[in-house]
């Protein structure tokens, strides 16, 4: 089965630094890019950025290009999505899902990682 | 960046009636790259359609889509009690990839 599982719930203070994890299994990491989704409370998605596990090239949205950083180690099969310095807007439900190919539906999604920034 | 809007924000429906959702791109979606997901409370978001018409694996044949260029709809044809949730419009032809605002649809 193809899966995606993300690490665990995090509550972080402003201005600290976080990763999230986004593990793969049932397929070939380095034969799929790799998505991540926002969603803020109540809202709906946003795409992040993605990268290609299998030479770690990405592509960012304009809207998160500098205040996030995407990263992936094939080695452990793993996706990472990255905050030098975290604010209270950050405070979201972030999704990693898998892409078909260049270009491509997101299919399957992890379960979600919701972080918490509160002072 | 391609803006995708959504019609309408809610729909209240009984169960087994028609539903329709509208996708509408402020330009043209390259080669039908658009898909579409439902999402249920606490869920992740899940993929119902892909290349504007095409049923992912384990979708029930009363999900459809269908459109091209910058109009495209989802149809279910009989709502059934698990259909209630909230549906994304996505394009994936060209980066950033966008994704609509969303349509609830929610029980009458």
């Known amino acids: 089965e193809v899966q995606l599982v993300q690490s665990g719930a995090e509550v972080k203070k402003p201005g600290e630094s976080l990763r999230i994890s986004c593990k793969g299994s049932?397929?070939?990491?380095?034969?799929?890019?790799i998505s991540w989704v926002r969603q803020m409370p109540g809202k709906g998605l946003e795409w992040m950025g993605r990268i290609d596990p299998s030479d770690s090239y990405t592509n960012y949205s304009p809207s998160f290009q500098g205040h996030v950083t995407i990263s992936a180690d094939k080695s452990i099969s793993t996706a990472y999505l990255q905050w030098s310095s975290l604010k209270a807007s950050d405070t979201a439900m972030y999704y990693c899902?898998?892409?078909?190919?260049?270009?491509?539906?997101?299919?399957?999604w992890g379960q979600g990682t919701l972080v918490t920034v509160s002072s | 960046e391609i803006v995708l809007t959504q019609s309408p924000g809610t729909l209240s429906l009984s169960p087994g009636e028609r539903a329709t959702l509208s996708c509408r791109a402020s330009?043209?979606?390259?080669?039908?790259?658009l898909a579409w997901y439902q999402q249920k409370p606490g869920q992740a978001p899940r993929l119902l359609i892909y290349?504007?018409?095409s049923r992912a694996t384990g979708i029930p044949d009363r999900f459809s889509g269908s459109g091209s260029g910058t109009d495209f709809t989802l149809t279910i044809s009989r709502l059934e009690p698990e259909d209630f949730a909230v549906y994304y419009c996505q394009q994936y032809g060209s980066s950033p990839f966008t994704f609509g605002g969303g349509t609830k649809v929610e029980i009458k």
């Open positions: 290349g504007a018409s």
């Open positions: 330009q043209s979606v390259s080669s039908s790259y």
């Open positions: 899902a898998r892409e078909g190919g260049w270009n491509s539906w997101f299919d399957p």
């Open positions: 049932g397929y070939s990491f380095t034969s799929y890019w």
